[in-house]
């Protein structure tokens, strides 16, 4: 945007409607209070997008992992790195249909 973001009078709020009711979500402590420069910018950025993509949901995050770590204790996840959680719960990519053949039994 360049230098010219001051004359957009944005401050470290966002405004959000839920059901009908518009309200106002500081960004950041006294958020209302802190226009938005070209120096600090990309710092608003960032805090619009971590709201948006996190902080709108994070009831609704801790609740999965809550259920999540129900399932599977926290302290067993830490000995996996990202992909060999996704291998052991999702399995291989792809199918070896010949090895599905020989290792299925039919019955009926």
Same mark, same amino acid.
Not at 27 to 42: F, K, Q, R, Y
Not at 58 to 70: S, T
């Given at each position: 945007? *360049?230098?010219?973001? %001051?004359?957009?009078?944005? /401050?470290? $709020?966002?405004?959000? !409607?839920?059901? *009908?009711?518009?309200?106002?979500?500081? &960004?950041?402590?006294? *958020? #209302?209070?802190?226009?938005? $420069?070209?120096?600090?910018?990309? +710092?608003?950025?960032? #805090?619009?997008?971590?709201?948006?993509?996190?902080?709108?949901? !994070?009831?609704?995050?801790? %609740?999965?992992?809550?259920?999540?770590?129900?399932?599977?204790? %926290?302290? &067993?996840?830490?000995?996996?790195?990202?992909? +060999?959680?996704?291998?052991?719960?999702?399995?291989?990519?792809?199918?070896?249909? /010949?090895?599905?053949?020989?290792? $299925? +039994?039919?019955? *009926?």
């Amino acid at each position: 945007m *360049g230098p010219d973001v %001051e004359y957009c009078c944005i /401050d470290f $709020t966002t405004t959000e !409607e839920t059901l *009908g009711v518009k309200s106002t979500i500081e &960004l950041i402590p006294d *958020g #209302a209070n802190v226009d938005v $420069t070209e120096e600090n910018l990309p +710092e608003y950025i960032e #805090a619009v997008l971590k709201y948006r993509m996190l902080g709108r949901c !994070e009831k609704q995050i801790n %609740e999965l992992l809550l259920g999540f770590f129900d399932v599977i204790p %926290e302290p &067993l996840l830490t000995i996996f790195d990202f992909q +060999e959680l996704e291998l052991l719960m999702c399995g291989m990519p792809n199918i070896d249909m /010949d090895d599905w053949i020989e290792n $299925t +039994e039919y019955s *009926g």
